[in-house]
């Protein structure tokens, strides 16, 4: 089956089936997310807090001297 095809029996729905697959479809969309894109915010944000959290400690350095 292909996208025109699905496109055209998406079109022939009630509008309540529709809503089902444009919910199906936001939770498929919500899924890759989490499994492809979350991960590397993650590692990303652990990351950037690791260099806030250095410029920390090296400013109280810098102060305590002072």
């Known amino acids: 089956m292909g996208l025109?095809?699905?496109k055209a029996a998406i079109r022939g729905l009630s509008v309540?089936?529709?809503r089902k697959v444009a919910v199906y479809i936001l939770e498929?969309?919500?899924d890759h997310?989490?499994?492809n894109?979350?991960?590397q915010i993650a590692a990303d944000?652990?990351?950037f807090s690791r260099?806030?959290?250095e410029s920390v400690e090296k400013l109280?350095?810098?102060v305590n001297k002072k």
């Open 28 to 30: 498929l969309e919500r």
């Open 37 to 39: 894109i979350g991960p």
């Open 45 to 47: 944000l652990d990351a």
């Open 16 to 18: 309540e089936d529709r």
């Open 4 to 6: 025109e095809e699905i």
């Open 60 to 62: 109280k350095k810098v």
């Open 51 to 53: 260099i806030v959290q």
């Open 33 to 35: 997310v989490k499994e």
